[in-house]
């Protein structure tokens, strides 16, 4: 068992805080705004299973200088008390922490976590609760169960061994019972239920993965309760659903399997460091994203030539300063953050960004661009917007342009064509990133994945070098025309083009074309299945001569 470095011994020890948050049923964009707070304040944040980290890696979550640690991993799995648990987010607290513990659903309704909160106060630390979306409220709604309509609704956690210990009270006059389960505890569940009074024959309506996109919703009856699931991981939580609601129920309110890109699985090539909002874009569709870093950013060989350029930006050497990049973007605030500077060292500057995307990382240091190029993520389109020099209006004729180690010589001489004088300084160096797993490696050639989605002519040529071509049924979406121009030149049939250069446009295009297609197989009264269901189909296809 792992334990917390205790404060040094006779210093008086500032006092810590420790925060129970509710994580929610598994989607993560069911974090309230209180638990993002906290969670980016934390300085240890303590989770009950490693299944939760994923939770962590949202857009609007900063915990990278937080300890994080599973409680089951700390423990080696074995079982815990409420007071071993509370002993041990004791031990995280020492010397002032803020701690955060970190659990599925509410805290108190479906968290198990009153024993252990109630142990935290006896032993006289500081405790906060903060909500979260239930669970047994929150799952019969995403597979389209009303619970409205005062039915006569009864929540319970057959979690804990205390609910069988209980298990001889009467059922059979609750219309509505919601109930939350282990799958290999469902037939000891049908036979409580029938034993308190309920009908053997009575609907049941069992949701594993609820509130993930895989979630799988299946219809049974009390009786057939334990076959029902039978096929599925026995360790896993389940929602069981018992009586009115489901007899009520309406496949037409089942919204969330329903999602354009519901179960597909999404393969995104990309440079590591970048967290992009078109990730979540795509969850919100409903797919299952699989990133792969294609290229990995390092620090330019020689970091002097960046110090001594972002001395010159702030002694005013430079009129104009174009960002090639995000990366480019980073770097140089990274440099801004050693000499204590920040964006206020911009004004008077005209700042350029080479793509939307580029810009959006600028407005989030708090720089708004002068311009911004139209083409996708190049330079290209900003050479013909530049404005030429003009003596009268501008004293300093020079142009700072941050890089990566890649040629840009057409996008300078262009500039120097019309009066400028361009100082091009390797803020960066792209490398190309190790192969992916070997499991990935091998979805990739068989077409396991439905879609592949790619955001750079750059993350075409990587993906490719590092673990080969995807599979002809693998549905192909680019950000625009010179992203196809090069997969065409890679033996890639495109299939998908955003409206517009940017993330959320290509994951917007992706869902459109899943939800045209599902219409298209209806229309022509085939069974509506992935992409990677159907990839024997489109081999045969494509090596037709």
């Known amino acids: 068992?792992?334990?917390?470095?205790?404060?040094?011994?006779?210093?008086?020890?500032?006092?810590?805080?420790?925060?129970?948050?509710?994580?929610?049923?598994?989607?993560?964009?069911?974090?309230?705004?209180?638990?993002?707070r906290v969670l980016n304040q934390a300085d240890v944040i303590l989770v009950d299973g490693a299944e939760l980290t994923d939770l962590l890696r949202q857009p609007s979550l900063r915990v990278d200088e937080a300890l994080v640690a599973s409680?089951?991993?700390?423990?080696?799995?074995?079982?815990?008390?409420?007071?071993?648990?509370?002993?041990?987010?004791?031990?995280?607290?020492?010397?002032?922490?803020?701690v955060v513990r970190l659990v599925r659903g509410d805290p108190f309704l479906d968290g198990g976590a009153s024993a252990e909160a109630a142990?935290?106060?006896?032993?006289?630390?500081?405790?906060?609760?903060?909500?979260?979306?239930?669970?047994?409220?929150?799952?019969?709604?995403y597979a389209g169960v009303p619970l409205d309509g005062g039915l006569g609704i009864c929540l319970l956690s057959a979690l804990d061994e205390s609910f069988w210990e209980q298990?001889?009270?009467?059922?059979?006059?609750?219309?509505?019972?919601?109930?939350?389960?282990?799958?290999?505890?469902l037939g000891r569940l049908a036979e409580v239920a029938q034993r308190a009074g309920r009908d053997r024959a009575e609907p049941a309506l069992v949701t594993i993965g609820g509130g993930t996109t895989e979630q799988r919703t299946v219809m049974s009856s009390l009786a057939e309760l334990a076959s029902s699931q039978s096929g599925a991981d026995q360790s896993a939580e389940v929602q069981v659903v018992l009586g009115r609601a489901v007899a009520d129920y309406s496949a037409d309110l089942d919204w969330f399997?329903?999602?354009?890109?519901?179960?597909?699985?999404?393969?995104?090539?990309?440079?590591k460091d970048?967290?992009?909002?078109?990730?979540?874009?795509?969850?919100?569709?409903?797919?299952?994203?699989?990133?792969?870093?294609?290229?990995?950013?390092?620090?330019?060989?020689?970091?002097?030539?960046?110090?001594?350029?972002?001395?010159?930006?702030?002694?005013g050497r430079f009129e104009w300063v174009v960002f090639s990049s995000r990366n480019a973007v980073r770097a140089v605030r990274e440099r801004f953050d050693d000499y204590g500077l920040d964006a206020r060292s911009?004004?008077?500057?005209?700042?350029?960004?080479?793509?939307?995307?580029?810009?959006?990382?600028?407005?989030?240091?708090?720089?708004?661009?002068?311009?911004?190029?139209?083409?996708?993520?190049?330079?290209a389109g900003l050479a013909d917007d530049f404005p030429e020099y003009d003596e009268a209006s501008n004293p300093i004729n020079r142009v700072f342009l941050p890089k990566a180690d890649v040629a840009t010589e057409a996008f300078s001489q262009a500039l120097v064509d019309i009066g400028w004088e361009v100082e091009e300084i390797i803020a960066y160096r792209t490398v190309r990133a190790a192969p992916p797993p070997a499991e990935t490696r091998e979805a990739i050639k068989r077409g396991l994945f439905d879609a592949v989605v790619f955001?750079?002519?750059?993350?075409?040529?990587?993906?490719?070098?590092?673990?080969?071509?995807?599979?002809?049924?693998?549905?192909?979406?680019?950000?625009?025309?010179?992203?196809?121009?090069?997969?065409?030149?890679?033996?890639?049939?495109?299939?998908?083009?955003?409206?517009?250069?940017?993330?959320?446009?290509l994951a917007d295009g992706l869902a459109a074309f899943a939800a045209q297609r599902r219409a298209d197989l209806l229309a022509r009264g085939e069974t509506v299945t992935r992409p990677s269901q159907r990839r024997g189909r489109r081999r045969a296809q494509a090596d037709r001569p």
């Open 1 to 36: 068992m792992t334990s917390f470095d205790p404060p040094a011994s006779g210093l008086m020890s500032p006092r810590g805080r420790v925060v129970f948050v509710g994580a929610g049923p598994g989607d993560p964009e069911l974090l309230t705004l209180a638990a993002v």
């Open 71 to 98: 409680i089951d991993q700390l423990t080696g799995g074995a079982a815990m008390t409420a007071a071993e648990r509370a002993d041990l987010v004791g031990q995280a607290q020492s010397g002032g922490r803020l």
């Open 119 to 141: 142990a935290l106060v006896r032993s006289g630390l500081d405790l906060e609760i903060i909500p979260g979306v239930s669970g047994l409220t929150a799952l019969p709604e």
């Open 167 to 185: 298990s001889e009270r009467r059922w059979e006059s609750i219309p509505t019972l919601v109930v939350q389960v282990k799958a290999s505890a």
């Open 257 to 271: 399997e329903s999602k354009p890109l519901f179960g597909w699985r999404v393969l995104v090539p990309r440079t």
């Open 274 to 315: 970048i967290v992009s909002p078109m990730i979540t874009r795509l969850r919100s569709h409903g797919a299952r994203v699989e990133e792969v870093p294609t290229i990995t950013v390092e620090q330019p060989r020689n970091p002097g030539q960046l110090d001594k350029a972002i001395r010159g930006l702030v002694e």
């Open 346 to 379: 911009f004004s008077g500057l005209k700042v350029a960004a080479a793509s939307t995307a580029t810009a959006e990382v600028l407005q989030a240091w708090g720089i708004e661009p002068d311009l911004v190029g139209a083409a996708e993520g190049t330079l």
């Open 455 to 505: 955001s750079s002519s750059s993350t075409v040529r990587n993906l490719v070098g590092i673990a080969g071509k995807p599979h002809p049924a693998t549905v192909v979406a680019v950000i625009g025309p010179a992203t196809a121009n090069t997969c065409a030149n890679h033996g890639l049939s495109v299939e998908v083009v955003a409206q517009s250069p940017t993330g959320l446009s």
